[in-house]
């Protein structure tokens, strides 16, 4: 089955403790991205990556780290965790191509950070 | 400024009554405007994608369209199970940014 899956589901925490979300895809998908979502924000794009070892800055980078050694995985890093990254994240993927560049979405990781 | 505004907020209509959601947007470059849908607790789920003014897409009881400025998504005669959170993004140029606006929320009771 084609998806994006997300680890943890959901993930209480402290401040400054540092923590990974694990993205992967089995859709051999060249780009991936990290959202937040948050009330009254809407859904606000944090880093993507166009291919292996390939990311750039969304609109909202700022305490976020990423990496993409693997087409298939694109964890988020937290290195020092703050309560207003208590948030909604998903991550997506697709094709880069246009026609084919729709993204599919994981399922979600609900963190809160104490 | 690149922006994606949706509107109504939130929505209430009977079973059966037609309605349209707005999405306006300013962007550099449109490369493609996306609709989703969103369930309370879930990952977006994908609709259509449009990238021309004039393209128009159907799914069931939805019908998306698209301006220079604007799309709508019509719906109709919709039923409770297409009560949801409706999510518009645009892509802008060549690059990987994805601008999502805030949603509209729509109740549709029996």
């Known amino acids: 089955e084609a998806q994006v899956t997300q680890n943890p589901r959901y993930l209480i925490t402290v401040t400054g403790k540092k923590l990974t979300v694990t993205c992967s895809q089995n859709m051999n998908h060249e780009y991936m991205s990290w959202y937040r979502q948050d009330p009254g924000l809407g859904l606000r794009q944090i880093y993507y990556?166009?291919?292996?070892?390939?990311?750039d800055k969304g609109d909202v980078p700022e305490g976020y780290k990423v990496s993409r050694k693997e087409k298939r995985n694109f964890p988020l890093i937290l290195e020092s965790p703050s309560p207003n990254q208590t948030s909604l994240y998903f991550c997506?993927?697709?094709?880069?191509?246009?026609?084919?560049?729709?993204?599919?979405f994981g399922p979600g990781t609900r963190l809160t950070v104490l | 400024e690149d922006q994606v505004t949706q509107s109504p907020e939130a929505l209430r209509l009977q079973e059966g009554e037609s309605s349209s959601l707005n999405c306006s947007y300013t962007v550099s470059g449109l490369r493609g405007l996306f609709w989703y849908r969103q369930d309370p607790g879930k990952g977006p789920e994908f609709l259509f994608t449009?990238?021309?003014a004039g393209e128009e897409k159907e799914k069931e009881r939805l019908k998306a369209t698209l301006t220079k400025k604007e799309s709508f998504l019509h719906i109709t005669a919709p039923k409770p199970e297409d009560s949801a959170t409706y999510l518009c993004a645009v892509k802008r140029g060549n690059t990987g940014k994805l601008i999502f606006g805030q949603g509209t929320t729509l109740q549709v009771k029996p």
């Open positions: 997506a993927s697709s094709r880069v191509q246009e026609s084919t560049d729709t993204q599919y």
């Open positions: 449009l990238y021309s």
């Open positions: 990556s166009m291919n292996v070892e390939v990311t």
